[in-house]
């Protein structure tokens, strides 16, 4: 089983259509939209919903004001102002250390863990999907991304498949770390401007620091040949192979439009040249 992601130095790059080109090309595969804080391969898949949990991260305090009798020393040790007036807590504002609950002597503070947001087990046509939901403005969205990644593992395990084809998070931060640990490739998506460059180095940085074999395709290179070429070269002069190059249609945005993968519904170019660099891509992780 060989474990895939794809990636970006930023959003909107065309790495969830791409990841939807994968799963149309892919057999024996098992999807993950780990890109939780704002999911949508499940746009292009339409899945149905087999399997639905809650996500459970960090704590908040509740106060048991039956408990309390005001004497003010939570408040007191509240770094985060989050104690009102009525000894009640502000979820907004407290951060979960759970210092006012150790510091009550009554211990009429109570830690509860958080409802953070949601994941699910889907089928496709395409075959299983895992994706998840984080809720507004939740945190540790790296735990629940590395939750999504290990269930959808396991399902691959269970059915003897060949792939793990994941949609990773776009940056480098946590929710990126925990999408690309232990996978067998890295696939970077990148379109041809400056700054679109200047995200992927930050973005190899981080593959590198974790050994991760990483991999590059240029998205609507069509749109500038000369920024296209420096790309090139950069990737070249890291010794990190260029896949392939995607031109630019309007097609594809018709195919998102539709609910539909590249492969159902776009130019043949398009199809073409995503079939190309599948059919590489596969090749080179057998070697």
Not at 26 to 54: G, N, Q, R, T, Y
Not at 131 to 140: D, F, K, P, T, V
Not at 207 to 218: A, C, E, L, M, R
């Amino acid at each position: 089983m060989k474990q895939i992601v794809i990636i970006s130095g930023k959003g909107g790059t065309g790495k969830t259509v791409i990841t939807g080109a994968f799963a149309a090309l892919a057999k024996d595969k098992v999807m993950a939209d780990c890109d939780v804080d704002a999911a949508d391969l499940h746009l292009l898949l339409d899945p149905e919903i087999k399997e639905s949990h809650v996500f459970k991260s960090g704590f908040t305090a509740f106060t048991h004001l039956e408990k309390c009798t005001g004497c003010g020393i939570c408040r007191d040790v509240c770094r985060f102002d989050a104690i009102r007036d009525d000894f009640t807590i502000d979820p907004v504002s407290c951060e979960g250390c759970a210092f006012c609950s150790l510091a009550c002597p009554l211990e009429a503070i109570e830690m509860r863990e958080n409802v953070s947001g949601n994941w699910f087990v889907s089928e496709t046509r395409f075959g299983p999907l895992v994706h998840a939901r984080l809720g507004i403005a939740e945190e540790n969205s790296g735990k629940l991304v590395s939750l999504v990644r290990q269930k959808a593992k396991e399902i691959a395990e269970q059915r003897n498949y060949r792939w793990v084809i994941i949609d990773g998070s776009p940056g480098t931060g946590c929710p990126v770390i925990a999408s690309i640990t232990g996978v067998d490739c890295a696939i970077i998506v990148i379109e041809p401007t400056l700054s679109g460059l200047h995200d992927a180095e930050r973005v190899v940085d981080v593959t590198t620091h974790f050994n991760v074999p990483t991999k590059v395709i240029i998205n609507k290179y069509d749109l500038n040949y000369e920024i296209t070429g420096k790309i090139e070269a950069w990737f070249v002069d890291k010794g990190i192979p260029v896949l392939g190059r995607v031109i630019f249609d309007k097609s594809v945005v018709e195919a998102v439009v539709n609910s539909k993968t590249v492969m159902e519904y776009s130019n043949m170019k398009v199809r073409d040249a995503l079939g190309d660099i599948w059919e590489k891509l596969g090749k080179n992780l057998e070697e």
